[in-house]
């Protein structure tokens, strides 16, 4: 059973840069079918979809982040990566990683991590 | 602000039926996925494609799409589906992905 653990630096203070890692355990992250995704929720909110990587190192980031959003694999390891540079108060969120899927018509995520809160502050 | 647009809020009676919904031009392309996020914990997925439940959601769920409309039902809702639900599918784009806003579902 595939299980994914998020984990990184719970604060980061202003204009620094955000780094968290998903660890894939109990399957391949190298396998050609998914999708590794980050989500993130700020407090008492929805859900906002980050960006995902193909194990190909493939990516696509929600337009609203790209200009500070990088995501990385390294297969070797079984993780993928998050960058968020430049960050804001506004950022604070519980980040999420999940395994996306997609065939033609439709996407869904089968796997999340457990999240983990980040808080930006001084 | 999200291409998916969902009410904030429904509840229902325990034991009776109910029906969330998603609304977005892209739901006329793709289906949507639907989530089911408690307080403190991950989202976990309850419905995706053509009313396709993964293993151990309940047969009280459905999902079903019309137009640029997808829908969650709950058959005999019960205490335990009292939770966030959100739905997700591709944007107008095909490029990308999008989350409804959420609708917080209450079980009286």
């Known amino acids: 059973q595939v299980q994914l653990q998020e984990s990184g630096p719970g604060l980061v203070k202003p204009s620094q840069t955000l780094s968290l890692t998903c660890t894939v355990s109990?399957?391949?992250?190298?396998?050609?079918?998914?999708?590794w995704s980050w989500i993130r929720q700020h407090p008492g909110k929805g859900l906002e979809w980050i960006g995902y990587i193909y194990y190909n190192g493939s990516t696509y980031y929600n337009p609203s982040l790209k200009s500070r959003v990088a995501i990385s694999v390294d297969t070797s390891k079984s993780h993928f990566s998050l960058e968020l540079s430049s960050v804001t108060a506004a950022d604070t969120a519980v980040f999420y990683c999940?395994?996306?899927?997609?065939?033609?018509?439709?996407?869904?995520?089968?796997?999340w991590g457990r999240g983990t809160l980040v808080a930006v502050s001084s | 602000s999200s291409e998916l647009t969902q009410d904030p809020a429904v509840s229902v009676a325990l034991g009776q039926t109910v029906r969330i919904t998603c609304q977005g031009d892209?739901?006329?392309?793709?289906?949507a996925s639907w989530y089911q996020q408690k307080p403190g914990q991950a989202p976990i997925l309850v419905i995706y494609?053509?009313?396709n439940r993964p293993s151990g959601i309940p047969d009280r769920f459905s999902g079903s799409s019309s137009g640029n409309t997808a829908s969650l039902t709950i058959s005999g809702a019960q205490a335990e589906d009292e939770a966030d639900y959100y739905c997700?599918?591709?944007?107008?784009?095909?490029?990308?992905?999008?989350f409804g806003g959420g609708t917080q579902l209450t079980v009286l």
């Open positions: 494609g053509h009313n």
């Open positions: 999940a395994r996306g899927y997609t065939v033609v018509q439709y996407w869904y995520f089968d796997v």
């Open positions: 892209s739901l006329r392309n793709y289906y």
């Open positions: 997700h599918s591709r944007d107008s784009s095909g490029n990308h992905v999008v």
């Open positions: 109990g399957g391949s992250i190298s396998s050609g079918r998914y999708y």
